[in-house]
Nanobody
Framework: QVQLVESGGGLVQAGGSLRLSCAASGSIFSRNAMDWYRQAPGKQREWVGA???????IYSDSVKGRFTISRDNAKNTVYLQMNSLTPEDTAVYYC?????WGDGTLVTVSS
């Protein structure tokens, strides 16, 4: 059973950066894609982006050019580097793979 644990959230000023991590347990991590989602207060969960086992990435239009997903298969970890943050990026961020979800990590961007 794969488990996912997000970390790295916190409070940051607009224009700042944060890097989120998603640590996975389980030996099959390196063979599966990972997606990042976010859910802002009072809104539906929104897809942010994804990375394939080979490192190919794709992003939503709302974060393209500002967010970067990467993975370290040796550490069973996927990263979400977030730059040029705005208050609209405030949300709980989740990683998911193989229908398993982490509990999320809160990112708050102050204006």
């Amino acid at each position: 059973q794969v488990q996912l644990v997000e970390s790295g959230g916190g409070l940051v000023q607009a224009g700042g950066s944060l890097r989120l991590s998603c640590a996975a347990s389980g030996s099959i991590f390196s063979r599966n894609a990972m997606d990042w989602y976010r859910q802002a207060p009072g809104k539906q969960r929104e897809w942010v982006g994804a990375i394939t086992p080979y490192g190919t990435t794709i992003y939503s239009d709302s974060v393209k050019g500002r967010f970067t997903i990467s993975r370290d298969n040796a550490k069973n970890t996927v990263y979400l580097q977030m730059n040029s943050l705005t208050p609209e990026d405030t949300a709980v961020y989740y990683c998911t793979s193989m229908n398993v979800w982490g509990d999320g990590t809160l990112v708050t961007v102050s204006s």
